[in-house]
């Protein structure tokens, strides 16, 4: 069966994101830096909000056993938008050639729902081409439970067969080649744009 729509996930798929880019501009010395993302705000506390833990209980929580770091901790949700980079080199230009081809684009994100909504209206020129996007904090199922490759065909209206999906983590490409979906493990986007050309959706 031929592929006719493109999954993306979003976190170095599409933008670059690393919880240092925050806090390099909030910690100056360096070994205190790599201190405090190596013990406090670590990627295990932040995939909580994924998850879909509000931010209110998973701060007090880490504030409660680093109080010390109260503000460094505070500024993780409003300040969220500052820990995702700029678009990934060729993905912007790459996501507006499918969209003109008239290739349906999706997303399947582990992102929290909380910070999805400022992150998304933040991006609205690139997320606007996009018909649907199923967030795992909104639906409290992470990538790669089968469950949210399940629900993501379901809500975006596809069989597995009928879907590529690119994810930078081989780990959810193996989830969303056993819902069905052909996986693509992203390095960059000049060898995702080849394979999309081998398979017909850009010329």
């Not at 639906?139 to 439970?145: A, G, H, I, N, V």
């Amino acid at each position: 069966m031929p592929v006719e729509a493109v999954v993306f996930d979003v976190g170095n798929v599409l933008y670059s994101w690393e919880p240092r880019f925050l806090y390099e501009r909030l910690i100056d010395d360096e070994s205190a830096l790599a201190a405090f993302l190596r013990d406090v705000v670590t990627p295990e506390w932040h995939f909580q909000h994924d998850a879909g833990r509000p931010f209110a209980e998973t701060s007090a929580e880490l504030i409660a056993r680093f109080p010390e770091h109260e503000a460094l901790i505070a500024a993780w949700g409003p300040r969220f938008n500052e820990s995702i980079g700029p678009a990934i080199p060729g993905m912007a230009e790459l996501v507006a050639e499918i969209d003109a081809a008239g290739v349906p684009l999706y997303a399947i994100t582990n992102f929290s729902g909380e910070f999805w909504k400022p992150f998304r209206a933040r991006e609205a020129a690139l997320f606007d081409r996009f018909r649907d996007v199923v967030v795992s904090g909104d639906e409290r199922l992470l990538k790669p439970d089968p469950a949210i490759y399940a629900l993501a065909l379901e809500r975006f209206g596809l069989k597995g067969p009928d879907a590529i999906f690119i994810d930078d983590r081989a780990e959810n490409v193996a989830g969303a080649e056993a819902a069905g979906m052909r996986g693509h493990l992203f390095r960059d986007a000049a060898t995702l744009r080849a394979e999309l050309v081998a398979l017909g959706l850009l010329a």
